[in-house]
């Protein structure tokens, strides 16, 4: 099994959007709708921002927004603030049923 | 509020094996699946495996086959990780995490609840 494919960095001013792109196979990203989205600030434990491609635990912004295309899902993240800039890493359930994390990306905000 | 409490940081010489805990509470620990992840210093979060903690079955990475092995105490609502034949690269925190819901698919759909991470050196 390989990582799966994010950028490793993006970057955007406060106020703006950023995309964060997680390229995976028919194996994995796109053969189930089981992509989540982790936050993962400096020496801390990750944080679940998205499940199930596109829904939001409870308590997370409405600015964070998850979708999906083919074997790429999206992780929006709308009205940027400074405390969003962290690592981001996406996941995905997969054909040998496991779980497959990708690269990470790291935001900054500028 | 759940709460998963790991054991502490640890030394190893490469070759020995570590058992990390993970202690949970605040749900019914046998309805949710526990899973381990690891991320070596500045890497990527890399999947070990899971445990469904009411009926003891297992699934593990290809990647740690044969050298992970994941067990629970429902006794004690208490999940453990095994890692055997260390060697430097083992070197990374590991995290157990709570799957997001119970139930039969909810074990693929994400993690919800992080332990704090144990920190595992592996040095001579």
């Known amino acids: 099994q390989s990582a799966l494919t994010q950028p490793a960095s993006v970057s955007g001013s406060p106020g703006q959007s950023i995309t964060i792109s997680c390229t995976g196979t028919s194996s994995d990203v796109g053969g189930y709708n089981y992509v989540s989205w982790y936050q993962q600030h400096p020496g801390k434990a990750p944080k679940l921002m998205i499940y199930?491609?596109?829904n939001r635990p409870s308590g997370v912004s409405n600015r964070f927004s998850g979708s999906k295309s083919g074997n790429t899902a999206s992780l929006t993240i709308s009205g940027l603030q400074a405390e969003d800039e962290a690592d981001y890493y996406c996941?995905?359930?997969?054909?040998?049923?496991?779980?497959?994390f990708g690269g990470g990306t790291k935001l900054t905000v500028l | 509020q759940v709460q998963l409490v790991q054991s502490g940081a640890e030394v190893k010489k490469p070759g020995a094996s570590v058992k990390v805990s993970c202690k949970a509470s605040g749900y019914t620990f046998t309805s949710y699946a526990m899973h381990w992840v690891r991320q070596a210093p500045g890497q990527r979060l890399e999947w070990m495996g899971w445990i469904n903690a009411g009926n003891g079955n297992t699934k593990y990475s290809q990647k740690f086959q044969g050298r992970v092995t994941i067990t629970r105490d429902t006794s004690a609502s208490t999940a453990y990780m095994e890692l055997s034949s260390l060697r430097s690269e083992d070197t990374a925190v590991y995290y157990c995490?709570?799957?997001?819901?119970?139930?039969?698919?909810?074990?693929?759909?994400?993690?919800?609840?992080w332990g704090q991470g144990t920190l595992v050196t592996v040095s001579s």
């Open positions: 995490a709570r799957a997001y819901c119970s139930g039969g698919s909810c074990y693929k759909r994400g993690l919800t609840n």
């Open positions: 996941s995905s359930y997969t054909s040998s049923s496991t779980l497959e």
């Open positions: 199930d491609v596109s």
